[in-house]
């Protein structure tokens, strides 16, 4: 096995396909990623971990004092059904390989499912720790799609009310119709009534869906932004064909956006990322997110995703698998309406190498942000 060493021009050009396209690929791992980290200042390291493995580092260097933290966002990688001792022995060896250029601490949220105990075994072996998550979520709730499966076969394991939800919604009966556009650069370009076609301009359909979101969250009690940043990534990620955005407005209004949903497009998987609906939309036109997360369904459908990711419930610290009762029950259960379960992962994990200088780092950073250094 060789070495870690950093990546050659020749293969950042062929980057995405090792890191993002491959089974258990990641977005966070993709070189749009690592150009939007940069401008807020992090320090994208593309590192080779073998012939047919690589990771995105993303550096922090301390102030003052020198030294850094690094961070492997949604990596390395572990493709299904990879060997998850010889997965978490890359991990061990890239932080041997980062701490000789003067990293003090490593943190990895690889997405590799806890039933894989032995790749969690392997990084606590290696001097990692169980850490809080970094990303909003550590579990999934998880649709698989089976090779042969059509539009039928996956409707059929949806629940009653969800697919009478989705016939509402679809205008069926007395319910007024909803149509759905997909903004996207990639994937199916297939001609089908699934979806319309674009006809205003991607930054004010994101600006609208940013200010949706953002009232979601008064709404739910959860905080999301800064605005601009993300904006800024999901213009970035869509051009990348990394992002799909399906926006829904009702047929008797078109210039209202009901709801919106962003997904990424990586590995084998279509996983959601955000949700919002407008106001009172849930009284008014009740089927419109299960209308969007079946669009999105079938678009995995048709690009023969094997899973569709309808993103995590959990919240910290404890991110359980959600009881009656919790803040985000109701949408665990709305979630596995689609025929969706819970997958539990194994979640972030840290190595510091050097506790001095981790401790010092910390102080430092937070010391520069008043100075303004």
């Not at 807020?40 to 850094?68: E, K, S």
């Not at 007395?174 to 759905?180: A, F, I, L, P």
Request: hydrophobic share 40%; no cysteine; charged share 25%.
């Amino acid at each position: 096995m060789s070495p870690p060493r950093e990546a050659t021009d020749t293969e950042l050009a062929d980057w995405d396909r090792r890191t993002v396209a491959a089974p258990g690929g990641h977005v966070y791992q993709s070189r749009a990623w690592a150009e939007q980290r940069s401008r807020l200042g992090w320090q994208p390291l593309n590192v080779l971990l073998d012939d047919d493995h690589a990771a995105l580092v993303l550096l922090r260097p301390f102030p003052f004092i020198g030294g850094a933290s690094a961070y492997v966002p949604r990596g390395p990688i572990v493709n299904p059904g990879e060997d998850p001792v010889a997965a978490a022995a890359r991990v061990a060896e890239l932080s041997d390989w980062l701490a000789g250029r003067g990293v003090d601490v490593v943190a990895t949220d690889a997405e590799v499912p806890a039933v894989d105990a032995a790749y969690g075994e392997g990084l606590r072996r290696a001097g990692f720790g169980p850490i809080p998550e970094i990303q909003p979520s550590r579990h999934r709730v998880s649709l698989t799609i089976p090779a042969d499966a059509d539009d039928a076969a996956i409707r059929a394991g949806l629940s009653k009310s969800t697919r009478q939800r989705i016939n509402v919604a679809e205008g069926e009966g007395d319910g007024e119709g909803v149509v759905v556009t997909r903004y996207d650069t990639a994937g199916w370009d297939g001609d089908h009534p699934l979806f319309e076609r674009p006809v205003r301009p991607l930054h004010e359909v994101l600006g609208g869906f940013a200010t949706l979101l953002e009232g979601t969250g008064q709404r739910r009690g959860f905080r999301w932004g800064p605005r601009g940043v993300f904006l800024d990534w999901w213009a970035a990620a869509h051009a990348a064909g990394l992002l799909v955005y399906l926006e829904a407005r009702a047929d008797a209004d078109p210039a209202r956006a009901l709801g919106g949903l962003i997904l990424y497009r990586h590995g084998e998987r279509l996983s959601t990322v955000h949700s919002a609906d407008a106001p009172g939309v849930r009284d008014t036109h009740p089927g419109v997110m299960h209308l969007l997360r079946w669009r999105a369904i079938q678009l995995a459908i048709r690009e023969s995703r094997s899973e569709m990711d309808l993103g995590g419930v959990d919240v910290g610290p404890d991110h359980r698998e959600p009881v009656k009762g919790d803040p985000m029950a109701g949408l665990y259960e709305h979630k596995r309406s689609f025929g969706a379960t819970w997958i539990e992962m194994t979640g972030a994990h840290e190595r510091v190498i050097r506790p001095w200088r981790y401790a010092l780092g910390r102080v430092a950073s937070r010391a520069s942000r008043f100075t303004g250094r």
